[in-house]
């Protein structure tokens, strides 16, 4: 038989119960207590992306360079953050086309739908005068979406090419090819006719928001 009479049985039932219950609600507290550190950090990396996109559509590539490093700090896998910092890197020229690319690449891949992105790489490569690459990933972002006015318009810009720097050599003469691509280089962004739209004349249509390519 057992020493132990029925009400210290009871009593250390109910301390055992008690004990596990505060543990549980600790637990509780705790998840809870991440998951509103998470969303806060959700919250300001969102408002930083905001300013930077704004920062890129009114023509201030350095203020949105500022701005989407501190979202990607906030939030390191959000593919959205990582594609417009890596344009406001060509854009601001706060960095070398590596990096640039680097950040555009991985949100292509991870997000292949998303036409944006594509645009978005497009644009770090023609900042860098490549545009064969660009026109690339331009087509396949009118694959994606045929209808979008934003890859539409930067590939209408590219439709409009400029004349030889030497007019009296032909186009393709390999002078003319030589120094075209220097110019191209040394001013990217007015490299096709009207010239190719920077992030100032042309954000990208996402959201319709964040806009105008």
């Not at 972002?141 to 539409?152: E, L, R, S, T, V």
């Not at 280089?185 to 959201?207: F, I, N």
Request: proline share 4%; charged share 25%; hydrophobic share 40%.
């Amino acid at each position: 038989m057992s020493d132990t009479t029925p009400g210290v049985e009871a009593f250390s039932l109910v301390t055992g119960l008690r004990r596990t219950s505060v543990r549980q609600r600790q637990r509780v507290g705790q998840a809870g207590g991440v998951a509103s550190a998470s969303a806060a950090l959700a919250l300001r990396a969102e408002a930083r992306l905001a300013a930077g996109l704004a920062a890129l559509e009114h023509g201030r590539p350095d203020d949105a360079l500022q701005a989407l490093r501190d979202a990607h700090a906030l939030a390191p896998e959000d593919m959205k953050i990582q594609s417009w910092l890596g344009l406001a890197i060509a854009e601001s020229g706060g960095g070398g086309l590596s990096e640039a690319r680097a950040l555009c690449e991985r949100a292509v891949r991870r997000e292949f739908y998303n036409p944006d992105f594509g645009l978005n790489l497009a644009k770090v490569h023609l900042h860098h005068g490549l545009r064969s690459a660009a026109l690339r990933y331009l087509r396949r972002g009118q694959m994606i979406d045929p209808n979008h006015p934003a890859i539409a318009e930067v590939l209408g810009a590219l439709g409009r090419r400029r004349r030889p720097v030497l007019p009296f050599l032909s186009r393709g003469h390999g002078v003319n090819r030589v120094l075209g691509k220097v110019r191209n280089r040394l001013w990217p962004t007015r490299s096709r006719g009207k010239g190719v739209l920077s992030s100032s004349e042309a954000v990208s249509t996402v959201d319709t928001s964040q806009a105008n390519l």
